[in-house]
């Protein structure tokens, strides 16, 4: 089993910058692709970026330019980092990551934007 932890996640005014981090542990061996997913009340979830272990990345037409993703292999991290937040990025902030075809989910960071 894998576990993440994420963090970051709290109340912004629009126009404002936040930092999720997202730790993953347990039986690590090798995670491929992490990334972060949101969900907004009555609403589905949804990709919000990617990153491979190779660091390529994919974002969301609605968060590009505006949120970068990163991480680091070796501490088996990622970050988003979000700036010019908008009132339609209040989500539930979900990190994933995939080992062996197995994906793993954390609990979730909520994220308010207001405006």
């Known amino acids: 089993q894998v576990q993440l932890v994420e963090s970051g996640g709290g109340l912004v005014q629009a126009g404002g910058s936040l930092r999720l981090s997202c730790a993953a542990s347990g039986r690590i061996f090798r995670i491929n692709a992490m990334g972060w997913y949101r969900q907004a009340p009555d609403k589905q979830r949804e990709l919000v970026a990617t990153i491979t272990s190779g660091g390529l990345t994919n974002y969301a037409d609605s968060v590009k330019g505006r949120f970068t993703i990163s991480r680091d292999n070796a501490k088996n991290t990622v970050w988003m980092q979000m700036a010019s937040l908008k009132p339609e990025d209040t989500a539930v902030y979900y990190c994933?990551?995939?080992?062996?075809?197995?994906?793993?989910w954390g609990q979730g960071t909520q994220v308010t934007v207001s405006s």
């Open positions: 994933n990551a995939d080992q062996w075809g197995y994906t793993y």
